[in-house]
């Protein structure tokens, strides 16, 4: 491949032809990157890494004064874009619809999961 993906190999990802999909998201001064490897043989879930990154601050003009506003990095945004050109992205409703309710099947099992946990927690003590 000729592309060498020199961001994601910085943030570690040593072969990123394993990476299946991502999200993205912010929350306060962050953007969150979390992207989802390809399941191997024998693994019950995906596997993911998280990211954050922080966004800076500018001001910008509005009318006839200014205001405080934020923007994704540089570095945050080379890795979206080599992972969208690693990554087909589909705009089909139908496709999109199917993600988000995968998405909220896997939340489910990781809830459940979590709560048995702190249910056996409570029980040790």
């Not at 934020?70 to 874009?81: D, T, V």
Request: no cysteine; glycine share 4%; hydrophobic share 35%.
């Amino acid at each position: 491949m000729t592309k060498q993906f020199t961001a994601l190999k910085e943030m570690g990802f040593s072969d990123p032809l394993d990476i299946e999909k991502f999200s993205t998201r912010t929350e306060g001064n962050m953007d969150i990157l979390k992207i989802y490897l390809r399941r191997q043989q024998g693994d019950w879930f995906s596997k993911s890494k998280k990211f954050k990154f922080k966004r800076s601050d500018k001001s910008v003009e509005m009318g006839t004064r200014y205001g405080a506003a934020s923007e994704p990095s540089g570095y945050f945004l080379r890795a979206i874009a080599e992972l969208e050109s690693l990554v087909k992205v589909e705009k089909d409703s139908q496709t999109k619809k199917q993600v988000l309710l995968e998405e909220i099947d896997h939340l489910e099992q990781v809830m459940a999961r979590k709560i048995e946990d702190l249910r056996r927690q409570i029980n040790e003590l």
